[in-house]
Every structure is written in C-alpha cells, then in structure tokens.
C-alpha cells in the first residue's frame, strides 16, 4: 500500500466517526470497485442512486435522467464561466440536459469550439464567447454582447478560476495579482455587470464556484486559499442581499476533482531532485472525481436553493465539521501533518 492509498484510507477513517446524523452520504451497497481504481474517500458522494462513471462506480447524488426531469431549469438561459474544461463544461452540459439555453465563455477558442460541439449534439440553444475574466474591460464588452445576443440571463455560473501552488515567500506578487484577477475579481466583474439586470426583472439564480479551500485552509496555496475564501464571503454576502429581489444565490465548493486545475495553473514546488512537482500533481488529480459528479449535485444546489453546496461531501464537509467545531484542533492537525512533511509525501515536494 503506497503513501496515497493510506491517506485515503487514513481520512475515510475519520469520516465514518462523523456522528450518523451529520453525514449526508450514506449511499446504498454498490457493486465492487473495479481493481486499481481510486476508494474510500474518493467514492463516499451524497447518494440515492449509483451508476457507473468513466468506469467507476460512484455513489451519486443526481442521475442523468433525473437532470433531464429537474423543471427548475426548463427553457431558462444560463451563462457558464471558465466552460472550456472541467466542472465548467459539465455545468453547460448538464444545464443542456436540463432544458436550458447556455452560453459560454473560455479563454481557450479550441475549447469553446469543442464545447460548443458537445452541446450542439444535444440539440440546444448554445454560442461561445472569448474571454479573459480577469480583465474588467472585456467582462464589460462580454455583458454587452451578451445582452444583445440573448435579452437577459436566468441563471449565472461564475465559475472560471486558475490554480497556484508554492510557499509564500516564494510566490510572485505577479501571481497574487493573476490569481486573485481570475479567481475572485472574475467572479466581481461578473456580477457587477449581471446583478443589476437580475434585479430589474426581479429574479435569477448565482452560482459562485469557490473551493473546499474556500471551507479551511491547506499550505502552499495561500493566493488560492485567499481567494476562494474571498469568494465564499462574497456569495455568502450576496445571499442575503439579494434575497429581497427574488435572486439566489449559491457558492460551489468543490473537493478533489479531476480537472485541468493544476496542470494549467502555476506551480512552485519542488522535489528532492531540484525537479518541478507539478507532473506529481497533475497525477495525483488524475484520480479525482469525475466533474459530473459535481455539475449534478451544483444543479440539485440550485434547484433546491442550498447556500454552500459540498461536491462531493467527503472531501470537505468532515474537515469542515471539525473547523467549525474545534479550529484550534484543525490548524493543530494540519500544522503537525505539515512539521512531519505528511503533506510534502503524498505531492512528491521536498520539505
């Protein structure tokens, strides 16, 4: 059993002591995995139902068809942010499934192009626009565009992020502007130009994608950390405020997903060997979740108007539980984990 395996299988331990009745997975008896593939923690998703996903068995909160039956979503016009890959593509898709009319927005053409295909195959309403989110004058020119395009918007994924790793003293201020410019600024930029036409009609439903790192803290990400914390005050913020207009708002916080997160974001951590950990980490989320899992549970979120909706629970709602409950024995926990370099293991860093 290599150092991975028992993380995992060291953090499901700690879930199953989570008390009964605040644990929200409870999946029923699944067939067996397929040998080799990710366990434990990885798999424990809220469930009614399990189908098979890119070969797995998973334990799923939301079915296919039970997306396709959500009326919540019929006939509605929705915006994705970042939908060129990951959970923003399984969000345009997902909401395609549900009867929405979608458009998107990357910062990659090719992906646009080829989003916009899988869409097109579903026989939905669907344009794709470029956009760096980062920049305030092209979300101005994108809202624009997009009024002219579609009238007005029902549903709005701010969901386009980057990902950064590396000690804080090592990190460019560069890179704090590029990170907190896509991750939180993006989502600012969005709403500025969006809200105001949400309240004219009285009506709209935010999704805000921010992070279990939004939830507590992990070291060598503190440009990450900070802005996904950001983004879960902001939505937490507007959930509130914009109740009076019939507007709600959720925020997404996502746990180990198989994404391009890292291998499109910057990384600055190293091996023993001088060597760039990012391959190791690109690996390493290689095994995550499939972002349908999440895309699926975003959309139940919505539907059923949850603030902060875990996806998938496991991988954040137990630390979360224990922050909340005891922060003094969270950071004591991860400061030890960090001190005996558990965490440089699993990620192939040197210390």
């Known amino acids: 059993m290599d150092l991975l395996d028992r993380a995992v299988e060291a953090s499901d331990s700690i879930f199953r002591r989570v008390p009964a009745y605040m644990r929200l997975d409870r999946p029923p008896r699944a067939p067996a995995l397929k040998p080799g593939s990710p366990s434990g923690l990885q798999h424990r998703v809220v469930a009614s139902t399990t189908e098979r996903v890119d ?10 068809r039970e997306v396709r039956n959500m009326s919540f979503f019929q006939g509605k016009t929705a915006i994705v942010t970042g939908a060129g890959s990951g959970i ?57 565009q997009f009024f002219s395009d579609w009238g007005h918007v029902d549903i709005l994924c701010s969901n386009a992020g980057v990902g950064h790793g590396g000690r804080f003293e090592e990190t460019p201020l560069e890179d704090w502007d590029w990170v907190l410019g896509v991750n939180l600024f993006g989502a600012v930029y969005m709403l500025h130009y969006f809200v105001p036409r949400m309240i004219e009609r ?48 959720s925020v997404l916080c996502p746990g180990f997903i198989n994404t391009r997160i890292v291998a499109d974001g910057r990384v600055y951590l190293y091996n023993s060997a001088g060597k760039s ?38 991988h954040s709602l137990p630390q979360f539980i224990l922050f909340r409950i005891s922060p003094a024995l969270y950071y004591s926990l991860f400061r030890f984990l960090w001190k005996k370099g558990f965490v440089h293991k699993i990620f192939g860093v040197q210390p």
């Open 55 to 64: 070969n797995q068995y998973i334990g799923d909160c939301v079915t296919e």
């Open 88 to 144: 923003g593509r399984a969000l345009a898709l997902e909401l395609a499934d549900a009867g929405c009319k979608v458009a998107i927005t990357d910062i990659v053409q090719e992906r646009i192009d080829e989003v916009l295909g899988e869409l097109a195959g579903k026989g939905v309403e669907a344009k794709g626009y470029l956009v760096d989110h980062a920049s305030r004058e092209e979300v101005e020119r994108f809202a624009g």
């Open 202 to 249: 009285q009506q709209g439903s935010i999704l805000l994608t921010a992070s279990d790192a939004g939830l507590y803290s992990i070291p060598c990400m503190s440009p990450y950390n900070t802005s996904k914390h950001a983004v879960l005050g902001l939505g937490e913020t507007l959930r509130m405020e914009l109740i009076v207009h019939n507007i709600k708002v």
């Open 277 to 314: 950990s990012k391959e190791e980490m690109v690996k390493f989320y290689e095994k995550g979740v499939d972002p349908s899992i999440v895309s699926r549970a975003a959309l139940r979120g919505l539907e059923k108007d949850k603030g902060i909706i875990f996806a998938p629970p496991s």
